[in-house]
């Protein structure tokens, strides 16, 4: 069974104080990595898809990258809007037209003016 | 580009009656679609996939006869909750994949808030 684990569960950052939220995810071979932010009320926005270990993709003050285990996303002097949750999910491999993404319980990310 | 929208956003009903929810893709063609449930504070589960023209695949728990489900078309998809009771009461958001842009990627909605008295 897939599994997703994002740590940690809230982040409180200070405007400007850079930080990074953790995607450990167990995939049997994995076809796709997911990041979306949400905000309270609405449905997740698409931030980045990553396919292969060693692969980074960058979008303004964030940067996301894979591993073979797990995904890092990397916030850059952080501001106040880009509080919210942060969801992560991966896709695996199966045959057929199975495109089923497995969520992680998101980090919910504050930062403070 | 890659816009998905939901109606309602939000419904209030009384139980025992159905409530329809559609799901567009707007500026694509979304030969399949997918239908998920969030309780607050909570992640999204996956309730069914949506394949246009076929019928839709449930996820195990997920009641194929309550929560019922159209793909007539390649831009809509429709979830219909029957005879609801207070425990549907949820935040159920649609996913549509854009089979023709070569990624794995899923466009969400907005949501549609649905409380059930």
């Known amino acids: 069974e897939d599994q997703v684990t994002q740590s940690p569960e809230a982040l409180r950052l200070q405007e400007g104080e850079s930080s990074s939220l953790n995607c450990s995810y167990t995939?049997?071979?994995?076809?796709?990595l997911f990041w979306y932010r949400q905000d309270p009320g609405k449905g997740p926005e698409f931030l980045f898809t990553l396919y292969s270990a060693g692969e980074e993709k960058e979008k303004e003050r964030l940067k996301a990258t894979l591993t073979k285990k797990e995904s890092f996303l990397h916030i850059t002097a952080p501001k106040p809007e880009d509080s919210a949750t942060y969801l992560c999910?991966?896709?695996?491999?199966?045959?057929?037209?199975?495109?089923?993404?497995?969520f992680g319980k998101g980090t919910l990310l504050t930062v403070n003016p | 580009g890659a816009v998905v929208s939901q109606h309602p956003s939000r419904v209030i009903c009384k139980s025992g009656t159905s409530v329809k929810i559609e799901c567009r893709s707007l500026d694509f063609q979304a030969t399949t679609m997918f239908w998920y449930r969030q309780f607050p504070k909570q992640s999204l589960m996956l309730m069914a996939t949506?394949?246009?023209?076929?019928?839709?695949?449930?996820e195990q728990g997920v009641e194929k006869d309550k929560f019922l489900i159209n793909h007539a078309s390649l831009t809509l998809s429709t979830l219909t909750v029957t005879s609801a009771h207070p425990e549907d009461s949820s935040f159920y958001i649609c996913s549509a994949r854009d089979a023709t842009s070569g990624t794995e990627t899923q466009y969400f909605g907005p949501g549609t808030r649905l409380l059930v008295l």
């Open positions: 995939v049997s071979g994995l076809r796709g």
């Open positions: 999910a991966v896709q695996a491999k199966r045959g057929g037209s199975n495109y089923k993404l497995t």
């Open positions: 949506s394949n246009e023209g076929s019928k839709a695949t449930y």
